[in-house]
C-alpha cells in the first residue's frame, strides 16, 4: 500500500539521519506520557477496517481508523471493544488506544487491552514490517510481542495493524447507587467482589458508590440483593466517567493515577480521591510536588503512582523501573528500533 510504502521511507530517512520521529494518529491523548518531540509521523493516511468476523468475535483494523468507526461497526452487530478505550477526544485512532493501553471501567472486571489483542503488524526502526500473532485466541508459541505493544506508547515501532477479541453487548445493564464512606465502600467492592455477582464496573467518588451490574437474568437478582438506588441515565455517567468528564477530573490540579491492589484501604494524600476497579484504580488530584510522598505511598501499598495528566513532568511521569526491568525495556527498545527515533521520551 501507498501509506507503507511512505512510511517505510519516513521511518528510513529518520534512521539514516538520527532525527525523531512522533508517532500521531488523532492527538487525542498527546498530554500523556513525557514530553514530545520529532517530526510527526501521522497514522491517520492508514485507516480502514481489514477483517471482521462477528461470529468469531474479531476485528483487524489499520491503525489510523477512528476508534469511534469501530465501535460503531461493533454496534451494528450489537458488540463491543469490552476493555472500553477511553477517547479523550473525538479523533481518537484505533492504533492510538492500543498503544496508550489505557483501558475504561470495565477493566477490573472484564480484562485490559493487553488481554484482547490476537495480532498485530509493526513497522519497526529499520522500516521492515514484522507481524505477531493472529486471529484467533491460541496462536502464540513463545513470546506474545503484540501484547507487549500494549502500552509502549510508540517507542517500539509503528503500530500498523491490530487484531482483537471483541464481546457481545450485555443483555441487560442496571447502575445501582449508595451513599457510604471511602473505607465502607473499599470494604464492600472487596466482599460484592468475592461473590457471583455480575458486576461490570464500580465508582466511589464524595461519599457515593456506583456499582453497574451487567448481564441477563443475574442483574435483577443482584438489584435485589443488594439494595441501593437506582441510577437513571448511567450510560451517560460511565461514559462521562471513562472519557473524564465527571466533575472530581475538571480543574487544573495535577491529576495522579494510582495503581494498587484492590484488598489497599484508604490512603490518605491530602487530595480528593475517586476509586474504581473494585479499589485498584485511584485517581487523585494533588501538586506534583508531593510526587515523593505519593509514589511512596503507592509502593508501599504494593503498587505504583503515574503523573497521568498536568503538573511538572520533570518529576518523572511513571514510576521508576526496577534496574533489571529497566534493562530489558532497554534490550528491547535496541532490538525493534535501533536507532531510537521512535518516541523519544515518552516513557522510560
Request: proline fraction near 5%.
Amino acid at each position: 500500500m501507498a501509506a507503507i510504502e511512505q512510511f517505510r521511507d519516513q521511518v528510513r530517512a529518520a534512521a539514516a539521519g538520527k532525527r525523531p520521529l512522533r508517532i500521531r494518529g488523532g492527538g487525542s491523548k498527546d498530554w500523556y506520557g513525557g514530553l514530545l518531540q520529532g517530526a510527526i509521523l501521522d497514522t491517520r493516511v492508514h485507516t480502514g477496517i481489514v477483517d471482521y468476523e462477528p461470529t468469531e468475535l474479531v476485528i483487524t483494523a489499520r491503525c489510523g481508523t477512528p476508534l469511534a468507526e469501530i465501535e460503531a461497526t461493533l454496534a451494528e452487530r450489537n458488540q463491543m471493544l469490552a476493555f472500553e478505550p477511553p477517547h479523550f477526544g473525538e479523533h481518537a485512532t484505533f492504533g492510538g488506544a492500543v498503544a496508550a493501553g489505557l483501558s475504561g471501567p470495565r477493566r477490573a472486571n472484564i480484562g485490559a487491552v493487553r488481554d484482547f489483542v490476537l495480532g498485530a503488524q509493526l513497522m519497526d526502526g529499520k522500516g521492515e514490517v514484522l507481524k505477531f500473532g493472529g486471529q484467533v485466541m491460541k496462536n502464540v508459541a513463545g513470546y506474545d510481542v503484540s501484547r507487549l505493544l500494549v502500552g509502549s506508547l510508540g517507542t517500539l515501532g509503528l503500530l500498523l495493524e491490530v487484531s482483537v477479541k471483541v464481546l457481545p453487548r450485555a443483555f441487560a445493564e442496571t447502575t445501582l447507587q449508595f451513599q457510604m464512606s471511602e473505607i465502607e465502600a473499599l470494604r464492600c467492592l472487596n466482599e460484592w467482589g468475592g461473590q457471583p455477582l455480575p458486576i461490570s464496573a464500580s465508582c466511589w467518588c464524595e461519599g457515593v458508590l456506583a456499582l453497574r451490574l451487567s448481564g441477563a437474568r443475574a442483574v435483577d437478582a443482584a438489584v435485589v440483593s443488594l439494595g441501593g438506588t437506582v441510577l437513571n441515565d448511567a450510560d451517560a455517567f460511565w461514559t462521562a466517567l471513562r472519557e473524564q468528564q465527571h466533575a472530581f477530573f475538571k480543574g487544573d490540579a495535577p491529576l495522579w493515577r494510582l495503581s494498587v491492589p484492590s484488598t489497599t484501604s484508604a490512603i490518605v494524600l491530602g487530595g480528593p480521591q475517586l476509586i474504581e476497579w473494585g479499589g485498584a484504580q485511584r485517581w487523585l488530584r494533588a501538586d506534583s510536588a508531593a510526587f515523593d510522598v505519593i509514589r511512596r505511598a503507592a509502593v508501599a501499598a504494593g503498587g505504583h503512582a503515574t503523573l497521568f495528566r498536568g503538573g511538572d513532568k520533570s518529576v518523572g511521569v511513571f514510576q521508576p523501573l526496577a534496574p533489571a526491568v529497566a534493562r530489558i525495556h532497554a534490550r528491547l527498545k535496541d532490538a525493534f528500533d535501533p536507532a531510537h527515533i521512535f518516541n523519544p521520551g515518552r516513557m522510560p
